[in-house]
């Protein structure tokens, strides 16, 4: 009898995990949405709503053994998960993969992916007849968007706000400089080392005027406000022991297990294992758990594998725009064609249709 799994959550964790285990285990994927939201590509939906159309990819072509079931968990123990429709399943492991939400209209945040289609044509439209666009919080997703506008729009005048006094000022100092001088050349008004002071909404884009910590006021069409990422971790701080951290994050130990339930792990932006909370960083937890569970339903234990170890120095790739960018490739920092070339051209879109079975 092959042991069973159940992962909670089809995103980057949970999606590859499963299809990886899917030959070793008698996996059960459970995810709320019937399309897998490809993050990335969400940004340039925003100027281009043509890209949906790969972007959000529908689950039924992941597994091939394993069962798929859409619906909400909405509670585990050390013996498996209650669905809201009601309905307990058994499991000998559990990951819990229910990743985090953002700002409007670029992950579903709970809804279905209709509502999120919604979103992204309601803001489209707003962007479409904006002169000013104001975007708050300049981390990659603030800043690949005002690299996506200020290429598809570089009539409109783009505000990159950020309360940090250099982009991306944990990296080294080339990236952000780089990064910095191509918005403006684009065009791009930085403004940094001011905080927005009166943001009306933390996740959904208005119009209306800034007042920054610097004093100035900032009149703006659209208004996105980016200030980062929320963990969805509800299911994981009701398990026993579970300790919060940041951004609703849970903390786990070196086994990736957020409890005092040992068969129960957690990863992705779920977990906070020193990692941060991005694809680059699902990837490296990947091949860890991928390793870990099928040695575990192998009958070893825990004690006798490797603890994960986080990144130590993660990279990053900021496109702007297809054909712009710079990224930090852990021992050197690249330009333009190398950006284009990994992610500015394509955002990743083959790989995860290609996972999901789609072509
Ligand atoms: C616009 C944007 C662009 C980004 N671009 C990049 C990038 O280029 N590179 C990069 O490295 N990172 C990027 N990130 C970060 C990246 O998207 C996240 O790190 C990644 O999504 C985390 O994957 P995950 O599997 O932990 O969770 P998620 O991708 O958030 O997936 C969690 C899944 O769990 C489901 N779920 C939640 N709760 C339940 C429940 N109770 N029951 C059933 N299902 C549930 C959700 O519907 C969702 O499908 C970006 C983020 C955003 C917002």
């Not at 929320?230 to 957020?258: F, H």
Request: proline share 4%; aromatic share 6%.
């Amino acid at each position: 009898m092959k042991k069973r799994i159940i992962i909670i959550g089809g995103g980057y964790i949970g999606a590859e995990l499963a299809k990886s285990l899917d030959d070793a285990a008698e996996v059960t994927l459970i995810e709320q949405n019937s399309h897998f939201v490809h993050a990335p590509a969400m940004i340039r939906a925003v100027v281009d709503p043509d890209i949906l159309d790969r972007a959000l990819i529908p689950y039924d072509g992941l597994l091939k053994h394993g069962r798929l079931i859409q619906d909400r968990a909405q509670s585990v123990s050390e013996t498996g998960v209650t669905l809201a429709s009601g309905e307990q399943l058994e499991a000998d492991f559990i990951v819990v993969a229910t990743g985090s939400s953002n700002a409007v209209p670029f992950k579903s945040n709970g809804a279905d992916i209709e509502t999120l289609r919604a979103a992204n044509a309601r803001v489209h439209a707003l962007l479409s007849t904006a002169s000013t666009v104001a975007i708050v919080g300049a981390g990659a997703v603030g800043t690949e968007l005002a690299g996506e506008i200020a290429h598809g729009y570089p009539d409109k005048k783009v505000h990159l706000i950020s309360s940090e006094p250099q982009l991306f000022a944990n990296f080294p100092e080339k990236l952000g400089r780089k990064l910095a001088a191509k918005l403006e050349h684009a065009g791009v008004v930085l403004v940094l080392g001011a905080r927005a002071e009166n943001l009306q909404s933390l996740t959904e884009p208005y119009s209306g005027t800034l007042i920054l910590s610097t004093g100035q006021s900032l009149a703006a069409d659209l208004i996105f406000p980016v200030i980062g990422s929320k963990a969805t971790s509800t299911l994981l701080e009701a398990l026993p022991e579970a300790k919060l951290g940041r951004n609703q994050r849970i903390k786990t130990d070196v086994w990736m297990r957020p409890s005092t339930y040992d068969n129960v792990f957690a990863a992705g932006d779920v977990a906070e294992m020193g990692d941060a909370m991005t694809i680059v960083a699902t990837s490296r937890q990947l091949t860890w758990l991928k390793k870990t569970l099928t040695a575990l339903v192998n009958g070893q234990k825990i004690e006798d594998l490797k603890p994960y170890t986080p990144f130590q120095k993660a990279p990053i790739l900021v496109p702007l725009g297809p054909v712009k960018g710079n990224s930090f490739l852990s021992l050197f920092v690249a330009g333009d064609f190398l950006t284009s070339l990994l992610k500015g051209k394509d955002l990743f879109l083959s790989k995860y249709n290609k996972l999901l079975g789609k072509g």
